[in-house]
Structure formats: C-alpha cells, structure tokens
C-alpha cells in the first residue's frame, strides 16, 4: 500500500493506493495542531493497515515530527515529504521558490499530468489559490482568503451577525441575515473566482485555458462558477501519487 497525505491547515486528507497508479481511498480528518502523536496514531491505525511507501505535503511543520515518526515507528518507513530535492518535473518562476507551498506543488504536478501542461489550478481550502502554469513551469500564483476564514472573520468582527452553514440561498438578494451573509460568501466566492479566471486569461493571453477547481469548498462553489471548469477534489493526492514514483527508492 501506498499512502499519500495532504496536511492543510483546516482538515488532513489521506489516500491509500494499493498499485500506485490511481487513489483507492480517500480519509479526511481535521487538522489539530495540539493534537498528541498518540492520539493521532490511534486515528490513523484505524485506516492505514499496511504501507510500503509514503508522501506527504505539509504546510503545517509542527505536526511534520508527528507524521514522521508515526511511519517511522510502526512501518519502518522514512516518509518523503515534498520540498527541497525532490524531484517533481516542475520548473519554479518565483522570486524565492523556497516560498512555494508544497500543496501548491502537489496540485501542479497532478494538473500538468493530468489536464493539460498549460492550466490554472484553483484551490478552496484555508486561503483560495490560484495557480498559473504554462509549459510546465509554474509561473505565478494569487492567494485570496478562504471561504471559511471569510465566515469566521466576518462573523467574529460583527456582534449581531448569527453563524451560518456555508450553503447557497434560494436567490441572491436575501431578506433575512442568513440568507444575506451566505449569498455574499457562495455567490460572492464564485464571482471572484470568475473574474479571476478572466483577468488571468487576459494578462497571459491564453482564451482557452483549461482550468481545474480542487479543495475542500470546490463543490460548494462549482455549481455556481459560470466559467468553464473541471472539478478534481484528489487532485493534490494524484500529484503526490506522481511525484513518490518520481522519486523511488529502488
């Protein structure tokens, strides 16, 4: 079996393959940082039985040592983690490559395999990302915040708001607090994204780009984008899958 394993800062998500070519099965839980390495063990060994290679994409180092050990002392397996020195087949123009999330690495690496080697990939999760490559080559990114974090921000900063579930109202116009605040989050979500697959269109000159939508909100908002979309909510997982055959240890 092999495992691949995305931390984010809101959930974890894990996928098993038993032959390394697709994803079998996919388990989310949520990101706790202060967590203890035995209370993650004891989650983790309820689905990962066996395991013979595994990668992971962090973004969260303090719980890298958790992963790290938790392989280590149960399978005998040093765990590959994205950065640095490891091969993906993706060439970096950025100021300070060193800078790059290596989620941001994981869904190119899928997208230019998969979709097209001139794409967008657009990521919902904590922040909403939007990565441009081109021949390969990542050639820039936009981070905008999360549909989570706009809730919570939003909510926290004004007394009188109540919380909501992050679903879409009947209409756009509300006519109650609810269905205001979740039509500015959805229908407000998708719109930016909408416009930004525009403006990044025109800036790059590429009308015809593909464009995948991945992440934990990507289902959310997808029904409502009017942009031309292809939805991959395992894209991060493929990109791992393919960047551990990269960099076998034979």
């Known amino acids: 079996m092999k495992i691949t394993i995305d931390i984010g800062n809101t959930t974890i998500a894990i996928g098993l393959s038993k032959t390394g070519?697709?994803?079998?099965?996919?388990?989310?839980?949520?990101?706790?940082?202060?967590?203890?390495?035995?209370?993650?063990?004891?989650?983790?060994?309820?689905?990962?039985?066996?395991?013979?290679?595994?990668?992971?994409?962090?973004?969260?180092?303090?719980?890298?040592e958790v992963f790290r050990d938790y392989f280590w002392e149960r399978f005998n397996i040093e765990a590959l983690f994205v950065g640095t020195g490891v091969k993906t087949g993706l060439k970096i123009n950025s100021d300070n490559p060193k800078e790059v999330g290596s989620d941001l690495i994981g869904n190119s690496v899928a997208a230019i395999n998969i979709y097209s080697?001139?794409?967008?990939?657009?990521?919902?999760?904590?922040?909403?990302?939007?990565?441009?490559?081109?021949?390969?080559?990542?050639?820039?990114?936009?981070?905008?915040?999360?549909?989570?974090t706009s809730k919570n921000a939003l909510v926290s900063q004004t007394s009188l708001l109540p919380q909501v579930e992050l679903q879409a109202p009947k209409r756009v116009l509300g006519t109650n607090s609810v269905d205001c605040i979740k039509s500015g989050l959805i229908f407000g979500h998708a719109s930016m994204?909408?416009?930004?697959?525009?403006?990044?269109?025109?800036?790059?000159?590429?009308?015809?780009?593909?464009?995948i939508i991945t992440g934990g909100h990507a289902k959310i908002v997808y029904p409502y984008c009017t942009e031309e979309l292809i939805k991959d909510?395992?894209?991060?997982?493929k990109g791992l899958l393919i960047i551990l055959e990269k960099n076998r240890r034979h």
């Open 21 to 64: 070519e697709t994803i079998d099965k996919i388990y989310r839980i949520n990101t706790e940082k202060n967590k203890s390495s035995d209370e993650y063990s004891l989650l983790l060994n309820d689905f990962i039985k066996d395991c013979k290679e595994v990668i992971i994409s962090s973004v969260v180092p303090e719980l890298n």
């Open 193 to 211: 994204i909408d416009g930004m697959i525009k403006r990044i269109k025109a800036e790059t000159n590429t009308p015809d780009l593909k464009v």
């Open 117 to 148: 080697e001139t794409c967008l990939v657009i990521d919902l999760g904590t922040a909403t990302t939007f990565t441009y490559l081109e021949n390969k080559i990542l050639k820039g990114v936009v981070i905008a915040t999360g549909l989570t």
């Open 233 to 237: 909510e395992s894209l991060i997982l």
